[in-house]
């Protein structure tokens, strides 16, 4: 992590983003709007590359609304053939190097029957179904304690300030339970009737490794989906890496204009 940090410093001129953004499929856009300095994840000691196709894979610092702001263009999954630890690592660089909130943003399918391609969901608590945890191993006692609390992942006031912000904005917004699965298959019929059992309202294959190491390196974290279909068992269809990047292009208006007005309205 030295040397991880060492570097990104060598090229961030002073800067000290104190919010950090990982942006999810489809959703790499705001970066490329608020790219002061980028820094290819491939130049990066110890970081790796992204395979997901849509992921540029760079690391970008901004200044936005006065606010210091580093992005993931792109994140990695465990489904690439990473460890859990290497697709997490991302999180731990961006608290040594100072960000104190992280907003996780992925494109989810829907199991919510009332939900539908396009909506926005506030994450309110996860589901980890990926079958490990990035904390496995040595515990770093410089980020964080051996056994964390995980009563409230996604902070209750950055929750009211998402839906405050959505609500200015009149961009229509659900809440609810994220559910993680290792991917990279879409989940048979049964496992999304099996999610709905759980009390999961959308199911996505990210956000929950780095939410848990984010919340063990105590920062303050806010997760927001993007349904981006209906889930197996709810739409019928066959699902496709297509139709998640079509319905993400449609609403990243609505949703990079979310973004921005709470990065603006954090405090």
Do not use: W
């Not at 990695?76 to 960000?99: A, S």
């Not at 006031?157 to 917004?173: F, G, H, R, T, Y």
Request: aromatic share 6%; with cysteine; glycine share 10%.
């Amino acid at each position: 992590m030295e040397e991880t940090v060492k570097f990104i410093k060598g090229k961030i001129c002073g800067r000290q983003p104190e919010i950090g953004v990982i942006l999810g499929s489809g959703l790499g856009e705001l970066a490329d709007e608020y790219c002061d300095i980028a820094i290819p994840y491939n130049d990066i000691p110890n970081f790796i590359k992204s395979t997901v196709k849509g992921h540029k894979g760079r690391l970008v610092f901004s200044d936005i609304a006065g606010k210091q702001v580093v992005m993931m263009q792109g994140r990695n999954h465990f489904y690439e053939g990473h460890t859990i630890q290497e697709i997490t690592y991302p999180v731990k660089i961006m608290k040594k190097l100072g960000v104190k909130f992280l907003i996780l943003t992925n494109a989810a399918g829907g199991i919510n029957e009332s939900f539908r391609p396009g909506d926005l969901m506030i994450i309110s608590d996860h589901i980890n179904c990926i079958g490990t945890n990035p904390l496995i191993g040595r515990n770093d006692d410089s980020l964080g304690e051996r056994f964390p609390d995980m009563t409230e992942v996604y902070k209750k006031d950055l929750i009211e300030l998402a839906e405050s912000c959505a609500k200015e904005l009149e961009i229509p917004v659900k809440k609810g339970v994220y559910l993680a699965n290792s991917g990279p298959s879409y989940e048979t019929p049964a496992e999304i009737r099996m999610a709905r059992i759980f009390g999961a309202d959308a199911v996505g294959m990210s956000t929950v490794p780095e939410a848990i190491v984010a919340n063990y390196c105590g920062m303050n974290v806010l997760g927001i989906s993007c349904i981006s279909n209906t889930a197996s068992s709810t739409g019928g269809a066959t699902l496709s890496h297509s139709e998640v990047i079509e319905t993400a292009d449609k609403v990243k208006k609505s949703f990079k204009n979310l973004i921005l007005k709470i990065i603006q309205k954090i405090n």
